[in-house]
């Protein structure tokens, strides 16, 4: 059967008598196919394209093939068409750089031989995330060869992938790797726009991270090098994460480089108000006008694209609240594309992630995404920075916390004061750090920000970092400072590993990696963020610590509950919840909203529908000074068996009956298993 899809097969598709090419276009007059010579340099053929009557112009020619080089020229009666210009095919599969500034697409047959690797489909109550730099996890690992360091192979070498399981971590999510291009203002200073939110295209792996033999040989390569990254990491079974970033490109504002969606049809692609003024709620210059079916389609078609034809099993969507905004350019959780990223056939079983917020009016949404949808959970991350860092600032400062200890309870408990009852717990992406702001050591060791290198004055990244240097800004030999630096680490990892939902951490935070105080360091492409693979002793006994929080979570479902609990009811695959303060009784109202209480004991028992029965012990103590605190006298617990102290660097065998005393030393965690 013929498709009547009017958007069908945008792009390239290579037939018998050659390419043929689709680009859609409302507002153009003419458009041209342009091929070049193999540099991209010389124009070699050109042919005029036919316009259909839903807006797609296309044209077959028998040069359109193999690694061939080719652009669109556009004219149009806006100003902002250029019958000039030499514009990227928005659904090129790969793209070639021919100059500072120049580029060209390319033609893949997308050709590669999965040799029946599968994707590993964790479910997500087992999934925990490694946010990673594609080039960044491998630049300076040692075992891995010069030739490769860097790179998508390098990712991919055996010495990383080991890394990753020995860690415990299921899923690598890669800070963007569609092509991207530096901003100007970047390289005018001598950087790169090495975090990557800058795309040029969104079907297109970026050049610069695979081999220079891949890169020489051509786009084609390029995207094989990437396929056998991929193929390699579900053979370990790891999934692969993109973070995304479908809400604005790298044309920014008007002013900016026009190389694609602007050239070919600027009123349809970006938000823009009656006058034709673009409407930037993405602080990047542009945002894409997802309120146009052609946007929509474009997004969903790359998503289908790295889903499918590159496997790809998870997506994490950047400022993902401009891709629902509608044409009053005002956030809907219904917006058909929100809806259609999770209900299309064709992404079934893929994890979307949102980044669930932008910069404009009404753009913080977090725990507004419709179903199907998990986010990042600022909320989680802010009140878990307090407790264990500002909170503890305030109480050395003025004697007292600035808050109960029930909002930090609420997210220890999968935050159902923020996501939908229908949509449970695991619709939480629970983090401490992220790529952007500080790392997990940088949050120990400083109370404000140094991104003095970043040459912008230390005016960039936020000034709202919830750290707490404990006592001397920067690094310091002051013993006390730094034992208190390394437990706070401790009970930070602790906290989002045991916690409910699905936890995500930094790549580096496992072993304290420094940015020395840089909380932006988004144009360093060098030492200071790349990861490093030589560590000091504490560094090892912190990687050994997150192994082992790691394999509590998948020993304990009890930490792990699907849905949320309710008191009234069993409810399959939840966890039951019971909560006591520190003399083991029932938490009261007080309890939960005095500043003073600072200590917290979480009795969770799994509801299995797939796994054994399983009941844990979470005590909390977050007051510098040591805390006597009575184990509780639970309903079928006879006994609690220490399994982690977030003070201690060795647990050994320790275990209590109900009722006990135990003393908790300051600012501390203890789980144990209650049978």
Same mark, same amino acid.
């Given at each position: 059967m013929i498709s009547t899809d009017p958007l069908r097969d945008l792009g390239v598709r290579v037939t018998g008598a050659g390419g043929h090419l689709r680009v859609w276009s409302e507002h153009a007059t003419s458009m041209e196919l342009c091929i070049f010579d193999n540099r991209g340099d010389r124009v070699t053929a050109t042919a005029e394209m036919s316009r259909d009557e839903h807006g797609v112009w296309s044209v077959t020619h028998p040069d359109l093939v193999g690694d061939t080089r080719y652009s669109v020229r556009v004219s149009g009666e806006s100003p902002r068409f250029d019958a000039s210009r030499h514009l990227l095919d928005p659904y090129a599969r790969g793209f070639d750089r021919v100059s500072a500034g120049r580029w060209r697409s390319c033609v893949d047959d997308g050709g590669f031989d999965w040799n029946g690797s599968t994707k590993p489909a964790t479910p997500l109550d087992h999934t925990v995330i490694y946010e990673a730099h594609a080039k960044g996890i491998s630049r300076l690992n040692p075992a891995v060869p010069e030739e490769f360091r860097g790179t998508y192979a390098g990712l991919a070498h055996e010495s990383a992938i080991e890394q990753l399981l020995d860690l415990g971590v299921t899923a690598i999510e890669l800070l963007p790797v569609h092509q991207s291009v530096s901003e100007e203002r970047l390289r005018r200073l001598g950087f790169i726009n090495y975090w990557g939110y800058n795309t040029l295209g969104f079907f297109a792996p970026h050049r610069d991270y695979a081999t220079a033999a891949a890169r020489a040989a051509g786009p084609a390569a390029v995207l094989r090098e990437f396929k056998g990254m991929v193929k390699l990491l579900h053979e370990a079974g790891l999934e692969v994460i993109l973070d995304v970033v479908y809400n604005h490109t790298s044309e920014q504002g008007p002013e900016g480089p026009t190389t694609s969606l602007r050239g070919i049809d600027d009123a349809a692609y970006y938000r823009q108000n009656a006058e034709g003024e673009y409407i930037d709620v993405t602080g990047c210059g542009n945002s894409l006008n997802t309120a146009h079916p052609a946007s929509q389609r474009l997004v969903l078609d790359s998503l289908r694209y790295w889903a499918n034809d590159v496997q790809i099993d998870g997506f994490r969507f950047d400022l993902a609240a401009t891709l629902g905004r509608n044409e009053r350019h005002e956030f809907d959780p219904e917006h058909p594309l929100l809806t259609a990223i999770v209900n299309d056939p064709e992404l079934q079983g893929v994890k979307m992630i949102a980044e669930p917020w932008d910069i404009g009016a009404g753009g913080w949404q977090t725990g507004n995404f /419709?179903?199907? %949808? $998990?986010? %990042?959970?600022?909320g989680y991350r802010d009140r878990m920075r307090d407790f264990w860092l500002t909170d503890i600032a305030a109480e050395r400062r003025d004697g007292v916390a600035l808050q109960g200890i029930g909002s930090m309870a609420r997210r220890f408990a999968g935050s159902a004061h923020v996501f939908a009852d229908e949509r449970g717990p695991l619709s939480s992406v629970n983090f401490i750090t992220a790529h952007d702001g500080f790392t997990l050591a940088d949050l120990t060791t400083y109370d404000h920000k140094h991104n003095e290198s970043n040459r912008e004055d230390n005016r960039d990244g936020t000034d709202d970092n919830r750290s707490f240097n404990h006592g001397v800004e920067g690094p310091t030999d002051d013993f006390a400072i730094t034992t208190a630096r390394r437990k706070a680490m401790r009970n930070l990892l602790g906290t989002l590993l045991l916690s409910a939902g699905v /936890?995500? &951490?930094?790549?580096?935070?496992?072993?304290?990696?420094?940015?020395?105080?840089?909380?932006?360091?988004?144009?360093?492409?060098?030492? =200071?963020?790349? =990861?490093? %693979?030589?560590?000091d002793d504490w560094q090892r006994d912190l990687f050994e610590i997150s192994k082992r929080l790691l394999r509590l979570r998948?020993?304990? /479902?009890? &930490?792990?509950?699907?849905?949320?609990?309710?008191?009234?009811? *069993?409810?399959?695959?939840?966890?039951?919840?019971?909560?006591?303060?520190?003399?083991?009784?029932?938490?009261?109202?007080?309890? %939960?909203?005095?500043?003073?209480?600072?200590? =917290?004991?979480?009795?969770?028992?799994? *509801?299995?529908?797939?796994?054994?029965?399983?009941r844990i012990l979470l005590v909390v103590q977050g007051r510098e000074e040591p805390e006597t605190v009575t184990l509780p006298r639970h309903p079928g617990?006879?006994?609690?068996?220490? =399994?982690? +102290?977030?003070? &201690? +660097? $060795? *647990?050994?065998? +320790?275990?209590?009956?109900?009722? *006990?005393q135990v003393t908790m030393a300051p600012t501390s965690m203890q789980l144990f298993r209650a049978e």
């Open positions: /419709p179903p199907g %949808w $998990i986010e %990042w959970n600022d /936890p995500m &951490l930094t790549a580096g935070d496992e072993f304290g990696r420094s940015q020395q105080g840089n909380n932006n360091a988004y144009c360093h492409d060098d030492e =200071l963020s790349w =990861l490093p %693979w030589e560590h998948r020993e304990n /479902p009890a &930490l792990r509950p699907v849905r949320f609990g309710r008191s009234d009811e *069993t409810v399959p695959s939840a966890s039951q919840m019971d909560w006591y303060n520190g003399a083991g009784e029932t938490m009261s109202t007080e309890d %939960w909203d005095s500043p003073a209480q600072r200590v =917290l004991q979480y009795v969770a028992a799994s *509801t299995p529908e797939h796994e054994d029965f399983n617990v006879s006994s609690y068996t220490l =399994l982690w +102290d977030s003070a &201690l +660097d $060795i *647990t050994g065998p +320790d275990v209590h009956d109900p009722g *006990t």
